[in-house]
């Protein structure tokens, strides 16, 4: 038990007090601000490489991937609809072939994950099938430009929809 609590805690989910416990780090709007900056800055430098080190299969996994998303008429649960999310965005991420690139953004997306399971009632998911299709022949074709821009405005997007309707571009 202690040895969970302290990974939850090196993973920055609790804090230590002595003598006393652990205490669930809040989340406030800089580490959503800073969180959404760094997938931001994750993901585009993934884009980029992507375009010179995947496979073709890999490319059409992540298309394929995307055209799992359901429909925005659907009424998806945000439970499942967020496991997809992070499969599909961190297929991005492998594809890349980076190992500290896969670490980093493993704990990117996981925190994210936890903020958006906080504050689900307020998020739409009207175009996220087609964001993610969009993104996905983008790649395909081997458009880094076009991935780059699309992702980009996916992530911002997300961002300004879940919590402070600003955008901070990168």
Known sequence: MRDALGALEIQGYLKSLPRKGYLVKPVTQKSIRESFQMRLLFEKVAVNLIIKVASDSELQNI???????PEASQNSKIVEFNELNNMFHMSIIRAAHNSLLIEM????????SRILMIDCNQLEFANEKEEHISIAKALVERDGEKAEELITEHILDLQARAYSNERVNI
């Open 63 to 69: 298309l394929e991937l995307a055209m799992k998303f």
């Open 105 to 112: 953004c493993e704990g990117i997306m996981e925190n994210l």
